[in-house]
C-alpha cells in the first residue's frame, strides 16, 4: 500500500506538469517505483523536440546526459529540507552534469539539482532558459546568445560569452562573463567570491569580494569595498552585516534564505528604480528552493477507515 501511495503522489505531480505541457516523460529512478522510465537517459532516448522531461524527487542521482534535442526539463526543486513547504518528499532532483550540444537550443531546465556541471558544449547555442535551478557551475568555451539565467543559485559560478543575454535574480559565487557586444544585462544579483565582467550593464546588484568590470556601465550596486566606482547610486565599503539577515555567523535560516534584506539594510529600495538590490528584489524576485512554476504537495498525509483511504493533502501554486 505504501509503495500504491508514492505512486500517487508522483501521478498527481505528474498531472500538474501535463497542465503546463502537452508531452510529459515521468521519470523516477527510486527502487520499487513504478513510473514510465527509471533513468533520466532512457526518457531523453524516447524524447523528441518540445517534449518534457520531468524528474521526480529521489535519493538517487540521475547521472550524466548529452542533449542534442529541445527539451523541457523539470525537477522538484533544491535545498527543500531547509525552507518549510517545499515538497512532501524533500529528495532534489539531481543530476550530475547536462551537456548540450547542437540541436538542444531553444530548451528549458527548471527545478534541478545539477551537482557537477551544466556545459555548453558547441558554438552557436541560443534560446535557452535556465530558471529556478541548482546549477553547481556553468561552464562554455563558446559564443552563447538568447540565455537568460534567473532564479538560480550558481555557487561555483559561470563563465564564456553571453551575447543578447539576461543574468537576473540569482546567486553567484563566481562570475567569469563577457560581451563583446555590449549586449548583457546583469541585475539584482548576489556576488560573494569573485566577479569578473567585460562590456555588460550591470545594475542592482549586490557585489562582495574580487571584482574587476571592464567597460561595464555600473550603477545602483552595493559593494563590500570599491569594486564599483563612486557614483551612479553604487554604494562603497558597504557593511554586509547590515545587508543581509544572516551574513556572517547566524543559526535558523537555509543556505539560499540567508540573503534576505534585514530592517534597515542599505539595499531596500537602493535600486535604479525604487526597488530592493540583490537576490529578492526586482519584478522577479528569487524564489527559496527553486520550486518550479507548478503547484506543489508539500503536506500529505493518509488514514484508513473501513478499507477507504483517506487523503489530507496540501498544495501552494509557486508561479
Known amino acids: 500500500m505504501k509503495k500504491t501511495l508514492s505512486i500517487l503522489v508522483s ?45 521526480e524527487g529521489s535519493a538517487y542521482n540521475y547521472g550524466t546526459i548529452d542533449s542534442y534535442k529541445r527539451l523541457v526539463i523539470i525537477g522538484t526543486g533544491y535545498f527543500l529540507n531547509e525552507n518549510p513547504e517545499t515538497q512532501a518528499n524533500i529528495n532534489p532532483s539531481s543530476v550530475t552534469t547536462i551537456n548540450f550540444y547542437t540541436g538542444s537550443s531553444g530548451s528549458k531546465i527548471t527545478g534541478l539539482s545539477i551537482t557537477s556541471s551544466l556545459y555548453l558544449s558547441d558554438a552557436n547555442l541560443q534560446d535557452f532558459v535556465f530558471v529556478r535551478n541548482f546549477l553547481n557551475s ?7 546568445s538568447n540565455f537568460l539565467f ?39 544579483n548576489v556576488m560573494t567570491i569573485s566577479t569578473s565582467l567585460t562590456m555588460a550593464l550591470c545594475y542592482n546588484n549586490i557585489v562582495i569580494g574580487y571584482a574587476n568590470f571592464t567597460n561595464c556601465t555600473l550603477f545602483n550596486n552595493i559593494c563590500s569595498e570599491t569594486q564599483a566606482p563612486a557614483g551612479n547610486g553604487n554604494q562603497l565599503n558597504v557593511d554586509m552585516d547590515n545587508v543581509f539577515v544572516c551574513y556572517t555567523t547566524c543559526t535558523g535560516y537555509a543556505t539560499d534564505a540567508r540573503y534576505h534584506l534585514k530592517v534597515g539594510s542599505p539595499a531596500i529600495a537602493a535600486g535604479s528604480s525604487g526597488e530592493d538590490c540583490g537576490m529578492f528584489g526586482g519584478s522577479n524576485p528569487y524564489l527559496l528552493s527553486g520550486l518550479p512554476a507548478i503547484p506543489a504537495i508539500y503536506n500529505f498525509n493518509y488514514n484508513f477507515n473501513n478499507a477507504t483511504i483517506n487523503v489530507d493533502m496540501k498544495v501552494k501554486s509557486h508561479n
Open 138 to 144: 556553468v561552464n562554455s568555451s563558446y559564443v552563447a
Open 11 to 55: 501521478a498527481i505531480l505528474s498531472s500538474f506538469v501535463l497542465v503546463a505541457h502537452s508531452t510529459v516523460l515521468r521519470v523516477n529512478n527510486t527502487p520499487a517505483i513504478v513510473v514510465p522510465y527509471a533513468t533520466l537517459q532512457a526518457a531523453y532516448n524516447a524524447a523528441t523536440n518540445g517534449d518534457t522531461i520531468y524528474l
Open 150 to 188: 534567473e532564479q538560480n543559485y550558481i555557487p561555483y559560478g559561470i563563465n564564456g560569452q553571453y551575447e543578447n543575454s539576461t543574468i537576473r535574480n540569482n546567486y553567484i559565487g563566481y562570475a567569469t562573463v563577457n560581451s563583446i557586444n555590449n549586449t548583457l544585462a546583469i541585475y539584482n
